[in-house]
């Protein structure tokens, strides 16, 4: 399976691409799509869309995790927010790219066993789980976060639905 993280921007888009084949997890590319903050909006979400476009046509992701919206410094930092969300969401069901959307604290307990840890220690514990090199950029260390949080989330629901069977079958159902 091949999982696509995104930490979206309408300056700067986090991404991390990771596969993931039975709780192995191996990092493909990850990187930051940077965006000119003197063009208009429309302009970068524009850009914005050709950019994840192209990342979906080179690793083909099965599944893209973003990260859900918050109300962070101000309303217009969390207008352009959603509005980079929403081509994000809007290009990946385009390709019939399955979307799951997470709460950054969510991603950072599950990352990191504290859902109030700063983005270092994020980071830092995603290049221990992926037993990568120093990552330069937050906004990518998020979006590999985010990636292989969903990873976790789907050898969990997979487990669940083993169990649930085994438990159907000893039941006779």
């Known amino acids: 399976m091949i999982i696509l993280g995104i930490d979206p921007g309408s300056r700067f888009l986090g991404f991390g691409v990771i596969s993931s084949d039975k709780g ?15 063009e208009n909006l429309s302009q970068r979400l524009l850009e914005i869309g050709q950019g994840v476009r192209e990342l979906f046509q080179e690793y083909k992701p099965q599944h893209v995790s973003i990260e859900k919206i918050f109300l962070g410094k101000n309303a217009d930092s969390a207008f352009k927010l959603g509005h980079a969300r929403g081509v994000v ?3 990946a069901l385009l390709e019939k790219i399955e ?15 504290n ?11 995603v290049q221990n789980i992926l037993k990568i090199p120093p990552i330069k950029s937050l906004d990518a260390s998020d979006a590999l976060a985010l990636a292989c949080f969903h ?6 629901q997979s487990m669940k639905k083993m169990s649930q069977a085994a438990a159907n ?5």
Do not use: C, M, N, W
């Open 24 to 38: 192995i997890l191996k990092p493909l590319e990850y990187g930051v799509l940077k965006f000119d903050a003197d």
């Open 89 to 91: 969401i809007y290009e």
């Open 99 to 113: 979307v799951f959307e997470y709460a950054t604290r969510v991603v950072k307990k599950g990352i990191t066993g």
């Open 115 to 125: 859902g109030g840890s700063d983005k270092e220690h994020v980071r830092a514990v």
């Open 151 to 156: 990873s976790t989330q789907l050898r969990l």
């Open 169 to 173: 079958k000893k039941l006779g159902k």
